[in-house]
């Protein structure tokens, strides 16, 4: 029997057009003003924009062409000044578990990754918010990365954008294809820091969540940090989404090293700061994610020790096996270590699933993300032409 491989596609790279505005990512607001600068009447520009937006994000439109419930002459005039167009694929890597993996080439040539995972009830798509990151997180692959800038809130939405295209996951007039959503959950864990891009990352949500638009509800969409304290309360009041928290360790000796953030502020304060975090329920329960590594954070005194940090905080544990990646310094927990700590958190009435690795063999898993897939790509195509 053959071995299964994954399967790997390079696109052809595309010349960029001349610079245009694009529409991806601006709010109403935004939008409006950028109609009636283009030249749009005052009193028709809420029209327009109420137009475009159903065309945009509910539909998926990428042609004003196409949208025929507006003027032939207001398409022209949209087509000269604004574009609607996605980030080019790079590269699409699809696994044999049927995770996909989307390298993104977005403004000024950088580019990022997005990963849409399968499930029997669900599909989760996995986005970026930097290219790059800050944190240095050392069981982390996108850590060895420098940040290289912010996305703008476009580029976040449009991660979405170009993940429903491709699974044709835009609704039809009677409804989404084939009954139901392919995406049916966003992640923000991908590539950077959500909460060091707070107001792109904030804009982006609030079109996601639009109900005229992609509208998926707020409580689809998990914003994942590794503890950027001041913003926490703040992006439950202002995006109000759940909440997840790169956790990994149980004392501030193991977590400085392993999340350098936690030099600035220590597992108490951050602790202290998810009490307050808005519509925090039994319902709406934070999520503290848990990567095991062998022999450094997997005892059973770091599973008693969480449950006691974590006590009076309505909250489950996402235990994550390691992903390996080259020149990683860890090693994944074993089954066994790894079952014995989540009986633990068990026992003490807290859930803790233990997260299947997905999309390992294209490097899409947890804390396998990284934009510098240049080389990887290059080596394809050398090997191609042999």
Known sequence: MTALTPDTRVMPRIEAPAALQ?????????????LITMGTPERQAKMRVA????????????????????????????AASFTVERPEIVELQVSQDGTRKYLLRIAGG???EAVYIPDENRGTLCISSQVGCTLSCTFCHTGTQKLVRNLTAGEIVAQVMVARDDLDDWPEDSGPREGRRRITNVVLMGMGEPLYNFENVRDAMNI???????????RRITLSTSGVVPEI?????????????SFHATTDDVRDVLVPINKKWKIETLLETLKAYPR????????FEYVMLKGVNDSDEDARRL??????????????????WPGSPYERS??????????????????SPVRTPRGEDIMAACGQLKSASEKIRKSALKKAKV
């Not at 996601?208 to 707020?218: C, T």
């Not at 309360?233 to 928290?245: D, F, K, M, P």
């Not at 489950?316 to 390691?322: A, E, H, R, W, Y």
Request: charged share 20%; hydrophobic share 45%; glycine share 8%.
């Open 110 to 112: 950088h580019e990022v």
């Open 22 to 34: 694009s529409l991806i990512g601006l709010g109403r607001d935004d939008m409006r003003t950028a």
């Open 51 to 78: 137009q475009l937006w159903s065309w945009i994000y509910h539909k998926g439109v990428q042609d004003f062409e196409a949208m025929t419930n507006l003027a032939k002459g207001f398409r022209e005039d949209m």
């Open 334 to 351: 074993s089954w066994g270590r790894i079952e014995a700590f989540a009986e633990i958190v068990n026992e003490a009435g807290y859930a």
């Open 208 to 218: 996601v969540m639009d109900n005229e638009g992609i509208s998926l509800s707020r």
């Open 280 to 287: 925090l329920s039994n319902s709406e329960r934070i999520t």
């Open 307 to 324: 449950v006691r940090l974590i006590s009076g905080i309505p909250a489950k544990i996402n235990l994550i096996p390691f992903n390996p």
């Open 233 to 245: 309360v703040r992006a439950g009041a202002e995006i109000g989404c759940l909440l997840a928290i």
